[in-house]
């Protein structure tokens, strides 16, 4: 369990003699941080410097490299307005913890607890509390990874790798702050569920494949037409460990533009192989558009534009296989490595609540870029792994690409000569790393079959 900082477990020693609390030892961190949080901000230095205060009580160091939140603040906000209308609205919440979360801890998904269900109010605090950097270390996470972070720290300092992309996220929060003060957040609740499948999947030998559709792309987006809205689901390419970083990641762009999810990772312990984490209902603040360095801030999505109550965000981590020389084997056709990705994708697809599939599930190049997987490979994976599940895909791409032409070539033939998706999984798992035909899956599934 994560011990919050409402806990009376959670100790810390009252170095600036902020209460009134008479011992040498230390103290319950909650009285020292109401006090902290009592003295009104009335500039960015007051706000830093009570973040400061925060970080040399309760983790007895200085976190004083807060450069590029400062320069947010005081240059691509309006800081004054902030600080005189929004935060101490915030201040109200982040304090109304003890009351939200009686027990004073969170309790991690398992197999055996795979659900929590949140009240928008419930998911403001903490976030609140990431933005303070209240939280402590998730004890899944190794104490020297400093980029797996559970708070916001991370989007602090001055050096910031991908600048722009921060900013939007910074952006994203700064207004769900200002929507959280003035009660224009959705009033649903928010759930995260912890799907695991037993074993690899059972294809039926007669299922055929169900129609996918395309969706070509200038340049990378973020947007809310790539969500899945309003009834449908978006791959989110995960980590094991979910939720948010410093760069323009899909899954970091993804979460960075809906704070609502960034509370997430304080439920999700690493995921394993037949494990995926569903979380339902946040709304999305800001669209981007680009990747990598080249990720920046498009739009802010108004006040009710969308019903976010089953926006689906479908959390599934793909195998890292970028530690491979690919030019020399395709690691994706290791042993294992087909059915741990169908596994994976169908247990995220087949997820929706009910007998209702989602109505189309909005997906990519997963596990493609940073992972280093074979893209013709893991496409037809999830084209697989969604007509097992019996949702249809959105496959989005790069309009420049190759790859469009040659993957409507490709669903083009197994739809008009009605391959099963048992036969295609099986020659898949008949081909070998090394093999010529690994050097394009679509060619050689297309020759195999049209030979049969």
């Not at 042993?335 to 007998?355: I, Q, W």
């Not at 209702?356 to 909005?362: A, F, G, I, N, R």
């Amino acid at each position: 369990m994560l011990r919050l900082p409402s806990s009376p477990e959670t100790l810390a020693n009252d170095r600036f003699s902020l209460t009134d609390i008479e011992t040498d030892g230390p103290i319950p961190f909650w009285p020292i941080l109401r006090q902290i949080l009592a003295a009104p901000a009335r500039s960015t230095y007051e706000l830093l410097d009570a973040l400061e205060t925060i970080a040399v009580t309760l983790r007895e160091r200085r976190d004083s490299d807060n450069a590029f939140l400062r320069q947010f603040l005081d240059t691509e906000w309006d800081a004054q307005s902030f600080l005189d209308n929004t935060w101490p609205r915030c201040v109200e919440i982040a304090l109304e913890m003890p009351q939200l979360f009686p027990d004073g801890y969170l309790q991690p998904l398992t197999s055996e607890s795979p659900t929590q269900v949140l009240t928008p109010r419930q998911i403001s605090c903490l976030v609140v509390h990431q933005f303070l950097c209240t939280l402590p270390k998730l004890p899944w996470v190794p104490i020297n990874e400093e980029e797996n972070s559970q708070d916001l720290h991370i989007w602090y300092a001055g050096d910031q790798p991908h600048p722009k992309a921060v900013s939007a996220y910074l952006t994203a929060l700064f207004t769900f702050f200002e929507r959280v003060a003035s009660n224009t957040v959705p009033s649903h609740s928010i759930s995260l569920t912890l799907h695991t499948a037993p074993s690899t999947p059972h294809i039926d030998t007669e299922l055929l494949f169900k129609p996918i559709s395309t969706t070509e792309l200038e340049t990378p987006s973020v947007d809310t037409s790539l969500l899945g809205l309003p009834s449908g689901a978006c791959v989110i390419s995960a980590n094991s460990h979910i939720g948010f970083g410093r760069t323009a990641s899909q899954e970091e762009m993804h979460v960075g533009c809906t704070p609502q999810s960034l509370p997430a990772k304080l439920f999700a312990p690493p995921l394993k192989d037949n494990e995926v984490i569903v979380l339902r209902g946040c709304e999305a603040v800001v669209e981007l558009t680009g990747y990598a360095r080249n990720a920046k801030l498009s739009a802010i999505i108004p006040v009710g534009k969308h019903n976010w109550s089953a926006r689906t965000m479908l959390f599934m981590d793909a195998l890292e296989l970028d530690g491979y020389d690919a030019s020399a084997s395709t690691p994706d056709l290791l042993p294992g490595n087909v059915d741990r990705e169908l596994t994976k994708a169908y247990t995220a697809f087949a997820s929706y609540p009910g007998h209702t599939p989602y109505e189309t599930v909005v997906t990519g190049h997963w596990g493609c870029r940073a992972f280093g997987g074979n893209r013709e490979i893991k496409s037809i994976i999830q084209w697989s792994a969604a007509s097992m599940a019996g949702v249809q895909l959105n496959f989005v791409c790069d309009k420049s690409d190759s790859f469009v032409s040659d993957f409507r070539s490709f669903t083009s033939q197994a739809l008009s000569r009605r391959w099963t998706v048992h036969r295609v999984i099986r020659v898949l798992r008949e081909m070998r790393p090394t093999d010529e035909g690994r050097l394009s899956a679509f060619h050689t599934v297309c020759s195999v079959l049209n030979e049969q």
